[in-house]
């Protein structure tokens, strides 16, 4: 069965930094390609970022140069790196792996920026 935990949520002022994990289970990850994904109240989950299990990544536009996609194939964990957060960003971040028809999903972290 597998399992993804995000962790690593939080307040933090505009301007300030946030790392986000999630930890799976029940996978060899090296395998897979994982993404992070982000909604915030009343918008459809969206697409922040992504890497392929080669190592590969691409970013939404609206995150590019702020954050960084990478993972630790050894920790089986998947990171998220935020800088220079804005207000636009607050959501609840959920990271996914796609090992079959249905995608997994984790049960999300939540991003506040306020000052």
């Known amino acids: 069965q597998v399992q993804l935990v995000e962790s690593g949520g939080g307040l933090v002022q505009p301007g300030g930094s946030l790392r986000l994990s999630c930890a799976a289970s029940?996978?060899?990850?090296?395998?897979?390609?994982m993404g992070w994904y982000r909604q915030a109240p009343g918008k459809q989950r969206e697409l922040v970022a992504a890497?392929?299990?080669?190592?590969?990544?691409n970013y939404a536009d609206s995150v590019k140069g702020r954050f960084t996609v990478s993972r630790d194939n050894a920790k089986n964990t998947l990171y998220l790196q935020m800088n220079s957060l804005k207000s636009e960003d607050p959501a609840v971040y959920y990271c996914?792996?796609?090992?079959?028809?249905?995608?997994?999903w984790g049960q999300g972290t939540q991003v506040t920026v306020s000052s």
């Open positions: 890497i392929a299990s080669g190592g590969s990544t």
């Open positions: 996914q792996v796609r090992t079959g028809i249905v995608p997994t």
């Open positions: 029940g996978i060899i990850f090296s395998r897979y390609g």
